[in-house]
C-alpha cells in the first residue's frame, strides 16, 4: 500500500521569499514520486519525478525536490517565488513501473506581492 | 509535446441523464486514465484502461463505465447522472511501463 500526506493545505509566501511544500510518503515498494502543479481551470502539469536516481530532483521553473527515505519525506522548494508560481500542488507516489498513482489532497500556493 | 485534449471544458446536466465525457491523446500511448478531482480529496481513480477494448476499476468506479474501442480515445461515461457526481473530470495518458502521466485539462461537470 501507498499514500501521501502533504502536511499543509494552504501556503502563503511573499513574493521574491522561498517556497517550501511539505510531503510525507508510505510506500511498502521501492517509490516513485512526483510533484505536479495545476494552474486556475487548467490540467495538471509535471514539475519533476523521482525513480531512485539522485536523491535531489530538479524539475521546471526553479522547483526542487530532496528525497529522504529516513525521514520518508518528498519536500518541494523554490528559493525564490514568484506571482506566476500562485497554483495547487500535489504531491505523488506510485510504485516503481507501476501506473498506480496515489495523490495527496494539494496544497495551495498563495504569492503575495 | 504530449497532448491530452478532453471534449468539453464545462458541462452542465440534469440529474438522470446519461453523460458522455472524451478524452483523446495523440502519443499513442497504451494507458489511459480517469479521475475525479474534490477539493481536499486530491485526484481519485474512477477507471483505467492499459489497452484497446481492456479496463479495471479504480478506486471509485460506482455510478461510471468506460469504453476504449481505439487506442487514442477513452471515454467516461455517467449511465445515470447524480448530483453527488458534480466535480472536475481529469484525463490522462501513459506509456506502458511509464510512471509519468499526462494530463488532460480537465471537464467540469455540474449535475442539477
Known amino acids: 500500500a501507498q499514500s501521501v500526506t502533504q502536511l499543509d493545505s494552504h501556503v502563503s509566501v511573499s513574493e521574491g521569499t522561498p517556497v517550501l511544500l511539505r510531503c510525507n510518503y508510505s510506500?511498502?515498494?521501492?517509490?516513485?514520486l512526483f510533484w505536479y502543479v495545476q494552474h486556475p481551470n487548467k490540467g495538471l502539469q509535471l514539475l519533476l519525478k523521482?525513480?531512485?536516481?539522485?536523491?535531489l530532483v530538479k524539475g521546471i521553473n526553479g522547483f526542487e525536490a530532496e528525497f529522504k527515505k529516513s525521514e520518508t519525506s518528498f519536500h518541494l522548494t523554490k528559493p525564490s517565488a514568484h506571482m506566476s508560481d500562485a497554483a495547487e500542488y500535489f504531491c505523488?507516489?506510485?510504485?516503481?513501473?507501476?501506473?498506480?498513482?496515489?495523490f495527496g489532497a494539494g496544497t495551495r500556493l498563495t504569492v503575495k506581492p | 509535446d504530449v497532448k491530452v485534449t478532453q471534449s468539453s471544458r464545462y458541462l452542465v446536466k440534469r440529474t438522470g441523464e446519461k453523460v458522455f465525457l472524451e478524452c483523446v491523446q495523440d502519443?499513442?500511448?497504451?494507458?489511459m486514465f480517469w479521475y475525479r478531482q474534490d477539493p481536499g480529496l486530491g485526484l481519485r481513480l474512477i477507471y483505467f484502461?492499459?489497452?484497446?477494448?481492456?479496463?479495471e476499476k479504480g478506486d471509485i468506479p460506482e455510478g461510471y463505465s468506460v469504453s476504449r474501442e481505439k487506442k487514442e480515445r477513452f471515454s467516461l461515461i455517467l449511465e445515470s447522472a447524480s448530483t453527488n457526481q458534480t466535480s472536475m473530470y481529469l484525463c490522462?495518458?501513459?506509456?506502458?511501463?511509464?510512471?509519468?502521466?499526462?494530463f488532460g485539462p480537465g471537464t467540469r461537470l455540474l449535475v442539477l
Open positions: 505523488v507516489v506510485s510504485r516503481e513501473n507501476n501506473n498506480d498513482m496515489r
Open positions: 484502461s492499459y489497452d484497446v477494448k481492456m479496463k
Open positions: 490522462a495518458s501513459s506509456r506502458q511501463g511509464g510512471e509519468t502521466q499526462y
Open positions: 502519443m499513442d500511448h497504451e494507458n
Open positions: 523521482y525513480t531512485s536516481a539522485a536523491t
Open positions: 510506500s511498502s515498494y521501492s517509490p516513485s
